[in-house]
């Protein structure tokens, strides 16, 4: 089928919703909603293919989808302005971000973290604190009159990596297994753990100050040493109950017995961390980090097929969720603000800088340090993550994130994501280049 052919088909549905939701044949909640979702994984497929073909990563089309979809009012539309905030959808996203989450942990585990080396390590450090500062600056200028705690919030969203769209532009250029490959993805690992701490630490902050409880340099210790406490208490538990929990699974009867015996385990952990005051995403991704193969041994008697191919059902079908109905929720109209505007400029050079500090920190690996900064620049999912996370959090009966705010970083996170595949493949060709060139001087030398 034409690509043509598929967008009339979203289109289709999309007109059909507002006649079969009031044309008597769906009164009820969910039938409206089954309809949306229809048209939002077809969406998410159209847009992803686009994306894909113009070498982007597909997150880029699902979350342009979602915009578009999301401002069909503008044209007459409406059928999806109750579908922006929708109960069920929200719930759908959020169980989606989890899946994202326990997936991106799966991609690494413990050992990893602690092979990465003092350069990663280094690099991860800058490309947090860095974007962190600049984030909080900006918050300040732009917004003198929001609390201290938006600015916090700006900050800690600036922080994020997304390491799946730098693996993958990497991949594709041939240089997975570059000094510039192990600094970026070693760190963005680390980036990923120093970044849910800040996310937890600023969360709970706002949480406490949207509670009237007096936020003291006690009670911030209090909550760092919880959120770190957590995550690294989690991992060490995990690490040696996982293991039984698997090995009584492996000898139940059934199909599957090792999907559910991991999501159980994930979502067990991603409730304990929110019963402490941390994101459920942390508990996912802690859940990720802890599985390895090794717990799944017993199941390959069973020749059932490996995690990570089992988990690719439901991932594809909840994480586009997540991603369109983020975008969904970006109003373009707040964009002939120019207060919106100058914000998501500013968000964009402070992202992008605030990565470009962290290559500093590759020493002694051999990687070519600007290559290693434009590797760490995109945001992706990572700060859509910690955007819609501060949709929901509220002090004083007003939102951390508003519509406008909202919308600059949805833009941060689009042109982040936009710009590093072709600056990425620049900067190691620029790099070969200068490689091949030395190589050429010394044998003329010799």
């Known amino acids: 089928m034409r690509i043509t052919h598929l967008i009339g088909a979203v289109g289709f549905l999309a007109v059909a919703m507002p006649a079969f939701a009031s044309g008597g044949h769906a009164p009820d909640h969910f039938s409206p909603v089954v309809l949306a979702l229809a048209a939002i994984l077809a969406g998410a497929k159209i847009g992803g293919h686009l994306a894909l073909r113009l070498g982007q990563p597909a997150v880029l089309g699902e979350l342009l989808v979602g915009i578009l979809l999301g401002n069909l009012s503008w044209s007459g539309l409406h059928q999806f302005e109750s579908m922006k905030n929708d109960a069920t959808l929200d719930a759908l996203s959020s169980l989606g971000v989890i899946i994202l989450l326990f997936e991106v942990g799966l991609e690494s585990t413990i050992r990893d973290m602690l092979k990465v080396g003092l350069s990663s390590f280094l690099v991860a450090l800058l490309g947090v604190i860095t974007p962190f500062g600049l984030g909080w600056l900006v918050g300040a200028w732009l917004l003198p009159d929001r609390t201290i705690y938006v600015h916090l919030?700006?900050?800690?969203?600036?922080?994020?990596?997304?390491?799946?769209?730098?693996?993958?532009?990497?991949?594709?250029?041939?240089k997975g297994q570059s000094p510039e490959a192990r600094v970026i993805i070693g760190a963005a690992v680390i980036d990923d753990v120093l970044g849910l701490v800040i996310l937890a630490a600023v969360s709970g902050l706002?949480?406490?100050?949207?509670?009237?409880?007096?936020?003291?340099?006690?009670?911030?210790?209090?909550?760092?040493?919880?959120?770190?406490?957590?995550l690294f208490g989690a991992l060490l538990v995990g690490t040696y109950l996982s293991p039984v929990w698997f090995s009584f699974a492996s000898r139940l009867k059934g199909d599957d017995v090792l999907l559910a015996a991991a999501l159980t385990f994930c979502f067990v952990l991603a409730y304990l961390a929110a019963v402490v005051g941390l994101a459920p995403i942390v508990g996912a991704y802690?859940?990720?980090?802890?599985?390895?193969?090794?717990?799944?041994?017993?199941?390959?008697?069973?020749?059932?097929?490996?995690?990570?191919?089992?988990?690719?059902?439901?991932?594809?079908?909840?994480?586009?969720?997540?991603?369109?109905?983020?975008?969904?929720?970006?109003?373009?109209?707040?964009?002939?603000?120019?207060?919106?505007?100058?914000?998501?400029?500013?968000?964009?050079?402070?992202a992008i800088l605030g990565k470009q500090a962290c290559s500093l920190g590759a020493i002694g690996s051999g990687a070519d340090r600007l290559s290693v900064g434009i590797g760490m620049i995109p945001r992706g999912e990572v700060g859509l993550i910690f955007a819609n996370i501060g949709l929901s959090l509220v002090i004083d009966g007003q939102r951390i994130i508003d519509e406008g705010l909202y919308s600059a970083i949805v833009v941060m996170v689009l042109v982040t994501t936009l710009v590093t595949p072709p600056a990425l493949k620049w900067s190691l060709s620029r790099?070969?280049?200068?490689?091949?060139?030395?190589?050429?001087?010394?044998?003329e030398v010799r």
Request: glycine share 8%; net charge neutral; hydrophobic share 50%.
């Open 153 to 174: 919030f700006i900050g800690a969203t600036l922080t994020a990596t997304s390491v799946g769209i730098t693996a993958r532009v990497l991949k594709d250029l041939g």
């Open 206 to 230: 706002i949480q406490a100050a949207a509670t009237g409880t007096t936020v003291s340099s006690a009670s911030l210790a209090f909550i760092l040493v919880k959120s770190t406490g957590f």
């Open 286 to 350: 802690a859940a990720g980090l802890i599985l390895e193969s090794v717990h799944f041994e017993k199941f390959k008697d069973r020749e059932e097929h490996e995690l990570e191919e089992l988990m690719k059902p439901i991932s594809a079908f909840l994480v586009p969720v997540f991603f369109v109905v983020m975008g969904m929720r970006v109003d373009v109209s707040v964009f002939g603000q120019f207060h919106v505007v100058a914000l998501a400029g500013a968000l964009t050079v402070a």
């Open 431 to 443: 790099r070969a280049i200068q490689k091949t060139q030395t190589q050429d001087t010394t044998i």
